[in-house]
Structures are given as structure tokens and as C-alpha cells.
């Protein structure tokens, strides 16, 4: 039997302003939809974290979760009523700073601010 090296992928989230100081409470959020969801086996395999990062802007968040588990996770996010956007997802930390940087770029040149709209039409 081979040891093969377990892959991580990496999560770019873009909160509200609202959400932008509570950033472990949204990891309590996501954890409390997956368990519900998944279970705890589940849960205790998907190794979801917060990766700290000096440069980082207060209203971006990047988990770091198991590559198994990329789709429970997209599930649950989806599922918890926080105003979220998913920026990105990466392999590495190197490109998914590049895809935030990119995103960054994109909202200070185009809009003032970026506007969460949950509303039915």
C-alpha cells in the first residue's frame, strides 16, 4: 500500500460588511450546516480551517478544506444565510491570492461598493 499525499483546496470568500469583523463566526456557521448536514465522521475528514494571512483585507476569508470534501463544503455555504461571495477556489494559496487580487481590482474600479441582494424577483 502507497502513501499518496492528501489534497487540500482552497476557498476565497467575499463577505458584507456586516460580516467582515466576525470572521469565526462564520467558520461556526459553516461548521454548524455541515454537521447538520453531513455528520461528524464527515466533518472531522473535511479538516476545515481559516488560513490567516498578514496582507489579507478585512472582508476576505479563505477556508482550507480536504479536496474530498470541496463539494459538502460549496453545499454548505450555500445553505447558511450569511451574505457571502465565493471569489475563488484554488490548489494553492499562490494562485487563489492572484484570483483575490484580480477580484479586488475588478470591484474598487467598477463599483463603489459590492451589494448583497437575497430578494426573490
Known sequence: MTLSKKKYR???IYLSDRLSSNKPGILEELSNR???LFGSIDYSNANIR???INNNPNDIV???CRLES???ILISL???ELELMIISISGTLKQLK???LVFLNYVSENQK???FSFKDS
Open 10 to 12: 482552497y476557498i476565497g
Open 34 to 36: 455541515y454537521l447538520g
Open 50 to 52: 481559516i488560513i490567516k
Open 62 to 64: 479563505i477556508l482550507k
Open 70 to 72: 470541496l463539494t459538502n
Open 78 to 80: 450555500s445553505l447558511i
Open 98 to 100: 492572484k484570483k483575490i
Open 113 to 115: 461598493d459590492l451589494t
